[in-house]
């Protein structure tokens, strides 16, 4: 046999009695003291992340660095002042190199060294009629032997 429940109504006022008589505890020191140390470490985020903005000088984020537009080819011929590349689709480029540009394979090298079948990388801004003027040209595969 079980043992008979009370009734509702008396389990309803035994419980309102129990919590009556229950004191509300104050916090432990130990409470307190992950408090603080929680307080602590929000402040401290918060700073790092006010150096941060405050570091930059204006508060705003620094622009993001432009990029210079990349064509990749092979070397079909070249000029005093001019280099045309085959890219891997067959594309032909012209590519107008301004004196003082630096051509680097392994070591910079003057435009008229830079050898027809060379894989090249360009960096500049092509115009209306997709012409590259160079920022700068780069061997991709530097040889390891003067061309022939």
């Known amino acids: 046999m079980s043992d008979p429940q009370p009734p509702q109504s008396q389990q309803d006022d035994d419980l309102r009695a129990l919590l009556a008589k229950r004191q509300h505890s104050r916090p432990t020191k130990a409470t307190w003291v992950l408090l603080a140390l929680i307080a602590v ?22 622009p993001a660095p432009s990029r210079v537009p990349t064509t990749i080819g092979t070397v079909t011929s070249v000029t005093d002042d001019t280099v045309v590349l085959t890219t891997a689709t067959g594309e032909t480029v012209t590519v107008v190199v301004p004196e003082g540009i630096p051509v680097t394979t392994a070591v910079e090298v003057p435009l008229g060294e830079l050898p027809v ?32």
């Open 117 to 148: 079948g060379a894989r090249v990388e360009v960096q500049g801004s092509a115009d209306s009629a997709g012409v590259v003027t160079a920022e700068s040209i780069t061997e991709e595969y530097p040889r390891t032997a003067p061309a022939p």
């Open 41 to 62: 470490a929000l402040g401290f985020a918060m700073g790092a992340c006010s150096q941060r903005v405050l570091s930059s000088g204006t508060g705003a984020p620094e």
